[in-house]
């Protein structure tokens, strides 16, 4: 599974292949967007150009190309910028949020994020849960320690 670091944070997220970048960062409470993107954003539509980010360095395929509306709204962007919610995780990559407003020590923080290798991750889609054998659904009922559907029916007012 890709592996997404985000430099300015010093974080690493796993994320399954083909997720939204933008809601990925999001689910792990990274901050996209400046203040102008916080006040008000399309929510991801491609709308806003408030998403931007940082792939520098990214390898060959870690995103899906750019879309008809990153080559429109980009135009004036550097090359390696992207639109969060317009990009879908292949591979692992590095992240930038927010690169029009670089950090001060932005060229140490991609230098130790390039440092070390990016960690493959799981390889293999999570497996599903086992299904429960009729003895453990008899055993969690006899215990009481499973809602049933019939739970709480003696509260319910009766038809007449
Ligand atoms: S969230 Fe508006 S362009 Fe990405």
Do not use: H
Request: proline share 10%; hydrophobic share 35%.
């Amino acid at each position: 599974m890709p592996v997404i670091r985000f430099v300015r944070e010093g974080r690493d997220v796993e994320c399954y292949p083909g997720e939204n970048l933008r809601e990925v960062a999001l689910r792990e409470g990274i901050e996209l967007y400046g203040l102008k993107g916080r006040l008000g954003n399309c929510g991801g539509c491609g709308q806003c150009i408030t998403c931007f980010v940082d792939v520098a360095g990214a390898p060959a395929g870690s995103l899906s190309p750019r879309t008809a509306v990153e080559d429109q709204k980009l135009l004036r962007r550097p090359q390696t910028w992207r639109l969060a919610c317009q990009s879908l995780v292949e591979s692992s990559l590095l992240v930038l949020t927010r690169p029009q407003s670089p950090p001060a020590d932005g060229e140490d923080l991609w230098a130790t994020a390039q440092a070390s290798p990016l960690p493959v991750g799981p390889t293999a889609w999570p497996e599903p849960p086992a299904p429960q054998t009729e003895e453990e659904v008899a055993g969690e009922a006899a215990d009481g320690s499973t809602a049933t559907s019939d739970e709480g029916a003696d509260e319910l007012p009766r038809e007449r």
